[in-house]
C-alpha cells in the first residue's frame, strides 16, 4: 500500500498523507502543485481542535480520492468526517460531509488549517537551493480566503480557497472555522474550492461538487470510448489492463499540441521525453492519437542551439521541462533540459511506427524539418562516437548518465569500476537503427527515395558495427554498453533486451539474447531484473542494478512479440500479473527490488513513484505481444500471431485503430490447451492479414 493519495487533472496534483491532510513542516512533500510550483502546503482538518481518527482511506479511482476520519467518545458516539475531492477544470473540489452519530444534539467546530509556501517543487524535494520571492498578506472576505506570493522571477501566484457553506469565518492563521449544531444522525455539508492563480491564468470559475464531477467522469467515459476495448476470461489481466487505462487518461496533459502524457505522479507530473516517447509507443494499439500529441509536442522544444548548460544541442529532443521559479529566474537548467541521449532516436522510431499504424503520412509531413534537425544531431553523434551514439554530461547540474538508467552507478565494469563516459548504450544504437529503418518508408513515400535509401544502406553499416562491437559471446548476450576506450562495459543487463523490438540482431543471436534474460540470474520470477545477480554492482534494491522495472520488461515484451518468442513472452507476462495482484489496486509501481518470486511477494521499492505513466502502459504491451499485432500500413498488412499466458483462455480486443478503419479479434485455447483459435470479428482497415 502507498503511504500517500495522490489525484490529477490536467496540470494540477493534490498528494496528501492517507489520512487526507497536509500538515506543516511534513517531510513528504505533500501539496497542491501546479507549474512545479507548490500552491498549498497546508490542509489539515480538525473537529472541536483534534484531529480526527483515520477509518478508511481509498484511491480505487484514478481520479477522486475519499477518506472517512471520526472523533468518537467511547460506548457514547462520534462525529464522523467523510472527505471527498476531485480535481476539475484548474479547481480542486473538496466535499465534507459531517454527521452527528451521537444519541443527542452536539454542537460541534469544524475547522480546517491552510498555507501555502509557493515553493519550487525542487525546494521542496531538497534537489536544489536558490534565490526566492516573499510571501504577501493573505485576503479574507466574505467565503473566500487567498494566500499571495511574489516571486523573484516578479510573479504573482495565489490560491484561492472558497467554500459554499455559510456562517464560516477565516482568521489571520489561515485556519476556517464552522461552528454547527448537529441533531442526532444530521449531517452538514461543507465544499471547498480551492484554485491556483498564475498573472498568466485568470481564475477559473467553479462549478458545483455533483457538476464537476459528472463533467470529469463524462471525460472518463470519452477515453475509454476512444480506446480499444479488452475483455479476457483473466481477471488479474482484465484488472490490470482497465487500471493501467484509467491512469495514462490521468496522467495525460495537453500544453497546446494535444494529449501526450506525464511521466508520473508524484514527482514528474510534466511532460518527458523518453518516457512520453515510451509510453506513447505503448499506447499505439490502444489510442494512437497520444502519439500525435506526444511527438508534436517534443517537436515544439527541440534543441535549437548548443548550451552546455542545457545539455542542449540542434535539433536534439528533451528530457523534460520544468516550469517553476529556479527555472523562470534561470537558476536550474530545466527550462527544457536536455540530458538524455535516447528521446531523440526514440521521437524518430516513434514517427515510424505512427506511420506503421495509421498510414497518416500528414504528421510526418508537418515534422520534416524536425525529423531532418533529428537525424542531423543522429549522425553528428554518431560521426563524434566513433560510430556509435553515445553521451557526456555537459551541463553542471545535469546528469552523469542520459540513458534510460540514469543513476550514477548503473554502468559499471565487471571489476567494480565505473565505465568513463562517452558512453555508447546497446539500447540506443537499437533505437538510432529502428529510427533509420521505419523512416525509410515514410521518406520514400513522401517522394525522398534518395534520403529513404540513404537511411536503409546507414542502418545496415550500423548493425554489422553493433554485431562486431557489442556480442559477449560467453554470456550469449549483447553488452549493456561500450567506455570511452570502446571496451565493451560486460554487465548482463536488461538494456539488450530492448534490442529485439528494434529488429538490429541477427536471428541467432536474438534467440540467444532472448533466453538469456529468461535465466534465473535474470528473471525474478516476477519479471526480467535491470541487471544479473552475478554482475559486479547487483543487488536488489537498486535504483536500476537489480531492480524489475514493469516498462523495461515492456520493452522487451515488444521485441519478443515480434520476433515470435511466444514462450518467453509468456513467461514475462504471467510474472508480472502474478506481481500486479500483491499491489494497492492492481497498479504496477515504477519499479520493485529484484528479489526472487520464492520469497512470496514482490518486494516494494521504497520512493517509487505510483501511477506512472509507461508502468500503466505496460499492461498494452502485454495486449500487443498476445496478439502478436504488428500493422505495417505501408504493405498494407497486418502481421496477427496470437498467443495466450498461462492461466488465460479467452482474450477479445475491439476496434483496435488501424489505418482508416479497425480491427477486432477474438483468440481462444483449444480443448488441448496447446494451441489457439483465432476469430477475425471486424476488419475495416482494408488491409490483409498475415500470420
Known amino acids: 500500500m502507498m503511504d500517500y493519495r495522490v489525484i490529477k487533472e490536467g496540470d494540477l496534483f493534490f498528494l496528501t498523507g492517507l489520512n487526507g491532510d497536509m500538515a506543516p513542516g511534513d517531510d513528504q512533500g505533500h501539496g497542491l502543485y501546479t507549474k512545479d510550483t507548490r500552491f498549498l502546503s497546508r490542509m489539515e482538518a480538525f473537529i472541536d481542535g483534534e484531529k480526527p481518527s483515520l477509518l478508511s482511506s481509498a484511491g480505487d479511482k484514478s481520479y477522486i480520492a475519499s477518506f472517512r476520519l471520526m472523533k468518537d467518545s467511547k460506548d457514547e458516539g462520534a462525529i464522523e468526517l467523510h472527505r471527498e475531492r476531485f480535481i476539475y477544470g484548474g479547481i480542486l473540489y473538496e466535499r465534507c460531509t459531517l454527521t452527528n452519530y451521537f444519541i443527542d444534539a452536539r454542537n460541534v467546530e469544524f475547522s480546517v488549517a491552510f498555507d501555502a509556501d509557493f515553493q519550487d517543487m525542487f525546494l521542496v524535494r531538497k534537489y536544489r537551493t536558490g534565490d526566492v520571492g516573499r510571501m504577501e498578506e493573505a485576503r479574507a472576505k466574505d467565503r473566500e480566503l487567498t494566500l499571495s506570493y511574489m516571486g523573484a522571477d516578479s510573479q504573482r501566484r495565489e490560491t484561492r480557497i472558497s467554500w459554499d457553506a455559510e456562517g464560516g469565518k477565516a482568521h489571520g492563521?489561515?485556519?476556517?472555522?464552522?461552528?454547527?449544531?448537529?441533531?442526532?444522525?444530521?449531517?452538514?455539508?461543507?465544499?471547498?474550492?480551492?484554485?491556483?492563480?498564475?498573472?498568466?491564468?485568470?481564475?477559473?470559475?467553479?462549478?458545483?461538487?455533483?457538476?464537476?464531477?459528472?463533467?470529469?467522469?463524462?471525460?472518463?467515459?470519452?477515453?475509454?470510448?476512444?480506446?480499444?476495448?479488452?475483455k479476457s476470461d483473466s481477471a488479474v489481466f482484465s484488472g490490470l489492463f482497465e487500471r493501467g487505462l484509467q491512469d495514462l487518461r490521468m496522467l495525460t496533459l495537453d500544453v497546446g499540441f494535444g494529449d501526450t502524457t506525464v511521466a508520473g505522479l508524484p514527482w514528474f507530473a510534466v511532460p518527458f521525453g523518453r518516457d512520453s516517447l515510451i509510453t506513447a509507443l505503448f499506447m499505439l494499439p490502444v489510442n494512437p492519437q497520444l502519439a500525435k500529441g506526444t511527438l508534436k509536442t517534443l517537436a515544439s522544444n527541440q534543441g535549437e542551439k548548443t548550451d552546455p548548460w542545457r545539455d542542449e544541442q540542434p535539433g536534439k529532443i528533451m528530457h523534460e521541462i520544468r516550469y517553476g521559479e529556479l527555472v523562470t529566474t534561470g537558476q536550474s537548467p530545466f527550462s527544457p533540459y536536455y540530458g538524455t541521449i535516447d528521446s531523440t532516436p526514440l521521437f524518430l522510431a516513434l514517427i515510424g511506427e505512427y506511420y506503421r499504424w495509421t498510414g497518416d503520412l500528414s504528421l510526418a509531413g508537418e515534422l520534416k524539418p524536425n525529423m531532418l534537425r533529428a537525424l542531423d544531431y543522429i549522425n553528428a553523434a554518431l560521426e563524434a562516437g566513433n560510430g556509435f551514439m553515445a553521451y557526456k554530461q555537459e551541463a553542471e547540474k545535469g546528469f552523469p548518465n542520459q540513458g534510460w538508467k540514469d543513476s550514477a552507478n548503473s554502468i559499471i565494469h565487471e571489476h567494480g569500476e565505473y565505465a568513463e563516459s562517452p558512453i555508447a548504450l546497446s539500447e540506443v544504437q537499437g533505437y538510432v537503427y529502428q529510427a533509420k529503418k521505419s523512416l525509410v518508408p515514410v521518406f520514400a513515400d513522401m517522394?525522398?527515395?534518395?534520403?529513404?535509401?540513404?537511411?536503409?544502406?546507414?542502418?545496415?553499416?550500423?548493425?554489422?558495427?553493433?554485431?562486431?562491437?557489442?556480442?559477449?559471446?560467453?554470456?550469449?548476450?549483447?553488452?549493456i554498453a561500450l567506455d570511452k576506450e570502446q571496451r565493451q562495459v560486460r554487465s548482463v543487463t536488461s538494456n539488450p533486451g530492448h534490442l529485439l523490438m528494434s529488429g538490429l540482431p541477427e536471428a541467432g543471436r536474438a534467440a540467444a539474447q532472448s533466453k538469456r534474460m529468461l535465466k534465473d540470474d535474470m528473471f525474478s520470477g516476477y519479471g526480467i531484473r535491470t541487471m544479473s545477480?552475478?554482475?559486479?554492482?547487483?543487488?536488489?534494491?537498486?535504483?536500476?542494478?537489480?531492480?524489475?522495472?514493469?516498462?523495461?520488461?515492456?520493452?522487451?515484451?515488444?521485441?519478443?512479440?515480434?520476433?515470435?518468442?511466444?514462450?518467453?513472452?509468456?513467461?514475462?507476462?504471467?510474472?508480472?500479473?502474478?506481481?500486479?495482484?500483491?499491489?494497492?489496486?492492481?497498479r504496477l509501481p515504477e519499479l520493485f527490488c529484484g528479489n526472487d518470486a520464492g520469497l512470496g511477494y514482490p518486494v516494494p521499492y521504497p520512493t517509487t513513484c505510483s501511477p506512472q505513466a509507461w508502468a500503466a502502459g505496460t499492461s498494452i504491451a502485454f495486449l500487443q505481444a498476445m496478439l502478436g499485432l504488428y500493422p505495417d500500413a505501408p504493405k498494407k498488412e497486418i502481421a496477427l500471431s496470437p498467443f495466450l499466458p498461462e492461466g488465460m483462455n479467452e482474450l477479445k480486443a475491439e476496434r483496435i485503430a488501424i489505418g482508416n478503419g479497425h480491427l477486432s479479434v477474438s483468440v481462444t485455447r483449444d480443448a488441448g490447451g496447446a494451441s489457439f483459435n483465432v476469430k477475425v470479428l471486424e476488419n475495416t482497415t482494408g488491409y490483409t492479414l498475415v500470420g
Request: overall charge negative.
Open 533 to 586: 545477480t552475478g554482475s559486479t554492482g547487483y543487488y536488489p534494491m537498486s535504483y536500476h542494478n537489480g531492480s524489475v522495472w514493469p516498462h523495461d520488461n515492456g520493452m522487451i515484451l515488444l521485441g519478443l512479440g515480434k520476433q515470435g518468442f511466444k514462450e518467453e513472452a509468456g513467461k514475462v507476462i504471467s510474472g508480472l500479473l502474478k506481481a500486479s495482484e500483491h499491489f494497492e489496486y492492481q
Open 447 to 479: 517522394g525522398e527515395h534518395e534520403l529513404a535509401r540513404k537511411l536503409e544502406e546507414e542502418a545496415e553499416e550500423l548493425r554489422a558495427r553493433f554485431e562486431a562491437a557489442f556480442w559477449m559471446e560467453d554470456q550469449q548476450c549483447y553488452a
Open 173 to 230: 492563521s489561515g485556519t476556517i472555522t464552522f461552528p454547527m449544531f448537529l441533531k442526532p444522525k444530521e449531517q452538514r455539508v461543507v465544499t471547498f474550492f480551492i484554485a491556483p492563480i498564475t498573472e498568466e491564468h485568470a481564475e477559473p470559475e467553479p462549478l458545483s461538487y455533483d457538476e464537476g464531477l459528472r463533467k470529469l467522469e463524462a471525460s472518463y467515459a470519452q477515453w475509454y470510448a476512444n480506446s480499444t476495448r479488452v
